[in-house]
């Protein structure tokens, strides 16, 4: 299956190149490295691969890239499907369908429409809860994602697919996709923000899907649920389409290209990513003197790479490090967890311009009991370290009053009972303003107190994650213990194996004996390794810190690699 969308994404590349369709001969040299094989060999060989990806169709005897099924449908003859997701967070893999909404479209007019829930298998986040009001009650009675996604599939058939920011809704169902049938979702899909870009340019501010509800004033307002915001999305879509025709537009192809973006200067880089691995690993960006301006890691380092030099354009520090870039360093690694672990320490030590937004652990602060209050401090304390200061600042006002007790268990949200309350109780007084500043504060202390709940859990944690090393024949043992990553270990097959788990083991010991670490680095690396025990990959195995368990651990994964 990689095998095959991995050529898939090589014949796209080298369809672009050519900027048309490429000769069956030509393109099977360039994936198979075949001296001029016959046509009906040629066709044979990539009959797989051009099927199997809506990017790709047949023009004859040549391959170009593909308009989609329905390209010369008329617009008002053609069916839509436009679909909606609420996920558990941004990243296909990491985070998981929660809610799938659909409404079908046929002669322009509505005639259907689809909603389900989706079981994502872990507790809702909170903000998530929060943004959307679904409650983990309703999901745990919901379906299995495989379940909901081929009841969408079936809702869907073979009709054009339309999404507001199709790229992020497409990456949750590709993803589920491949999973099941190892293939891509072979359906042509319309985005309604690029189309909305081409066709409303200085009309509107923002192409965000409550800017053109509000716009076009349309009956269903976006409310961050899967079928509402399907529904909006379709009253925007035939606005758009409507706009399109008195531009021209008489098919879903021409649809297609009024919404396609223009070519980013950056794409004329993309033979930079040329020849990177399908391996996990991190990647440098690097500029003319060679300077470091972006670091990155990927569970595919290829599919990551290839992926900054496509039509959609990066947040804007990414988007200067590609106009700059001369060379992409990538450095492979044995599984997410250690490329993820490894680019925190090279963001740290090298301080990338385009990676600004990352984590800054000289600048965390930590909360300080003085006189029965809290203040803001730089000094390591059990009750922190806090990213924010600003946000430090605003909780530490919202606890003014706090008895002892409700300090005490600041990290078990002891404190929000009483200040929710006094929001009450000034909003009850007509006193507005009042209750917008305790608001600000609350919702700032809601966050500091999450994060040190989930500090004061992994603190607690200790155990040895187990993941692939990049040499063959040994395991790579992460010791957690004391809030810190205690030691990484590369434990062999073979007798040596003891020796190297005893050092990781007394590692940890050495660490639970010197206390729990309060260090803003040891927090970073804790947090991220955090995210990991939540939703461990499948490579990833978890055991306690005990050398019996981790021996035959490594020597399953070990098996159970060897068979597949």
């Known amino acids: 299956m990689q095998l095959r969308l991995d050529a898939a994404d090589r014949l796209v590349e080298l369809v672009e190149e050519r900027r048309g369709a490429v000769a069956a001969e030509e393109a099977a040299q360039a994936l198979f490295a075949l001296a001029r094989p016959p046509v009906g060999l040629a066709r044979g060989l990539l009959e797989d691969v051009v099927s199997s990806d809506a990017r790709l169709a047949w023009r004859g005897s040549a391959v170009s890239l593909a308009g989609g099924a329905g390209d010369e449908t008329p617009l008002e003859a053609a069916t839509y499907v436009v679909v909606d997701l609420e996920t558990t967070g941004l990243r296909p893999g990491q985070a998981g369908i929660c809610e799938i909404g659909a409404v079908r479209l046929r002669g322009l007019t509505a005639a259907g429409t689809f909603q389900t829930f989706a079981n994502p298998r872990t507790p809702l986040p909170a903000a998530v809860a929060r943004l959307t009001g679904i409650k983990d009650a309703e999901l745990r009675r919901a379906p299995a994602p495989e379940t909901a996604l081929r009841r969408f599939l079936a809702f869907a058939g073979d009709c054009v697919l339309v999404a507001h920011n199709a790229r992020f809704d497409l990456s949750f169902l590709d993803r589920e996709v491949e999973r099941a049938h190892g293939r891509r979702i072979a359906a042509p899909v319309i985005d ?19 800017s053109l509800a509000q716009f076009f004033g349309t009956s269903v307002r976006p409310c961050h649920r899967a079928l509402p915001d399907a529904q909006a999305t379709a009253e925007i879509l035939i606005h758009l389409i409507g706009l399109a025709q008195e531009r021209g537009a008489r098919t879903v192809g021409d649809l297609s290209a009024v919404a396609a973006p223009r070519a980013r200067r950056a794409h004329a880089k993309r033979s930079l990513a040329f020849g990177a691995p399908t391996r996990p690993g991190v990647y440098l960006f690097r500029d003319r003197h060679d300077q470091v301006l972006y670091v990155g890691r990927a569970r595919d380092l290829r599919a990551r790479l290839r992926s900054y030099f496509r039509s959609d354009r990066q947040r804007p520090a990414v988007e200067g490090a590609l106009l700059a870039v001369e060379r992409i360093e990538w450095r492979v690694q044995g599984s997410e967890l250690e490329a993820a672990l490894e680019e925190l ?83 009850e007084a007509l006193r507005y303003e009042d209750a917008a500043r305790l608001r600000d504060r609350i919702a700032a202390l809601e966050r500091v107190v999450a994060d040190l709940a989930s500090l004061e859990r992994l603190r607690a944690a200790e155990h040895c994650l187990l993941a692939p090393s990049c040499e063959p024949g040994y395991t790579r043992a992460f010791f957690v213990a004391a809030g810190r990553v205690a030691s990484v270990r590369n434990v062999p097959e073979h007798a040596g194996a003891v020796v190297e788990v005893e050092a990781g083991l007394a590692a940890a010991r050495t660490a639970q004996a010197a206390g729990i670490s309060y260090d803003p680095e040891a927090a970073d690396e804790l947090l991220l390794v955090g995210t990991f025990l939540r939703r461990p990959p499948p490579e990833l195995e978890i055991v306690p810190l005990e050398c019996e368990r981790i021996l035959t651990a490594c020597a399953e994964g070990r098996l159970r690699t060897a068979v597949a």
């Open 192 to 210: 309604t923000v690029p189309l909305a870009r081409a066709l409303l340019a200085g009309r509107v501010a923002r192409a965000s899907l409550a």
């Open 345 to 427: 320490r090279l963001i740290r030590e090298l301080g990338p311009p385009a990676n600004a937004r990352s984590a800054r652990p000289d600048r965390y602060v930590y909360f300080a009991q003085r006189s029965a209050s809290l203040v803001v401090t730089r000094t390591r304390t059990e009750l922190g370290p806090i990213r924010s200061r600003r946000r430090a600042e605003l909780a530490a006002r919202a606890l003014a009053g706090a008895s002892q007790a409700e300090l005490d268990g600041l990290s078990r949200g002891a404190p929000l009972p009483r200040v929710r309350a006094r929001l009450h109780d000034l909003a």
